[in-house]
């Protein structure tokens, strides 16, 4: 196991994630009705389940090889478009880090794999999805703000998608009326976020 896996406690960060997605599961499910398919807060919850069934196997790799490896289990379990979503953001992830980084590394490789979120979606901000959040936490990071900080700052960015017109994905097809509604994906994409920053901490000052 190489250090970086030891000092992010991949377990712990794993048991988080899925601890946080099933609290949050019909949370997840009622803002999907409004939206979507009103199948957002089973998918990831299956999917976070099965990467918790294996949390020692991908404690046991190198942090980059477990990245990966949890990715490609959300791309197999989640379904519908979050599984290919969250997937590549893991797989991403995996694929731009290497050996033990610094913060500014952590936050330029997490860039790079927002980037590849972006092209497998055909997105950018501002159309009302995961990106809405992730691109305002990878600036938070990369601007050295402290984990509760940067929680708040994926709390409000979901917040934001309340007001604005979805453009990709199911929600699209509404039109207008999908305005009023928050995006699933940026919700549970701020409550993944609040859960590994909690466990991370300062580890990637």
Known sequence: MS??????????????????????????TALDQAIGDGDHGANMKRGFEAIR?????????????????????????????????????????GKELSGIVD????????GRAIDAVAARGKSQAGQKTMLDVLYPVQQALAEGKSADAIASVAAA???????????????SFLGDRSIGHMDPGARS?????????????????
Do not use: N
Not at 103 to 110: H, I, P, Q
Not at 189 to 205: N, P, R, W
């Open 53 to 93: 069934a294996e949390a020692e196997q991908y404690a046991a790799k190198p942090l980059p090889d477990a990245l990966k490896a949890m990715g490609t289990k959300l791309v197999m379990t989640v379904g519908g478009a979050s599984g290919p979503l969250f997937g590549t953001l893991f797989m991403a992830l």
């Open 3 to 28: 250090p970086a896996t030891r000092d992010l406690k991949v377990e712990a960060l794993i048991t988080a994630m899925a601890d946080t997605i099933a609290a949050h599961a019909d949370e997840l």
């Open 189 to 205: 994409t701020a409550l993944l976020v609040a859960a590994l920053v909690c466990q991370i901490g300062s580890k990637h000052d």
């Open 157 to 171: 960015a979901a917040d934001a998608t309340v007001p604005m017109k979805a453009i990709r994905g199911r929600a």
């Open 103 to 110: 913060r500014a590394g952590f936050a330029a490789a997490l």
